[in-house]
């Protein structure tokens, strides 16, 4: 189990907000449990982490850090953005 680090949750906290700055029309359910259980910080499982890294690592073309608008952007934070990829990319590095 891996306890998730705060640039994560405060990714996926901005995430959440921009959400609802945006009437909450950027995500599903998934994606806003995704933010729920980072931001609470739950410890996260190897199952969870290469989910994560997959996910982050297909979508980061969708990412524009400065159209805190777009939709892709505001997904991609949801799962903790740029510092859950690096993070979740680091434990599978060491995890073989």
């Known amino acids: 189990m891996y306890k998730v680090p705060a640039t994560v949750k405060a990714a996926a906290k901005k995430g959440l907000r921009l959400n609802k700055e945006a009437g909450n ?5 998934i ?3 995704r933010a729920v259980q980072l931001i609470n910080r739950n410890e996260i499982s190897l ?3 290469k989910k994560m890294y997959s ?3 297909r ?3 969708y990412y524009q850090p400065k159209n805190t608008g777009a939709c892709g952007t505001i997904s ?3 799962w903790g953005g740029i510092p859950a990829l690096t993070w979740t990319k680091k434990i599978l590095k060491n995890n073989g």
């Open 47 to 49: 199952a969870t982490v």
């Open 25 to 29: 029309k950027c995500n599903n359910r």
């Open 59 to 61: 979508a980061k073309t």
């Open 76 to 78: 991609y934070l949801l």
């Open 55 to 57: 996910y982050l690592s």
């Open 31 to 33: 994606g806003q449990r």
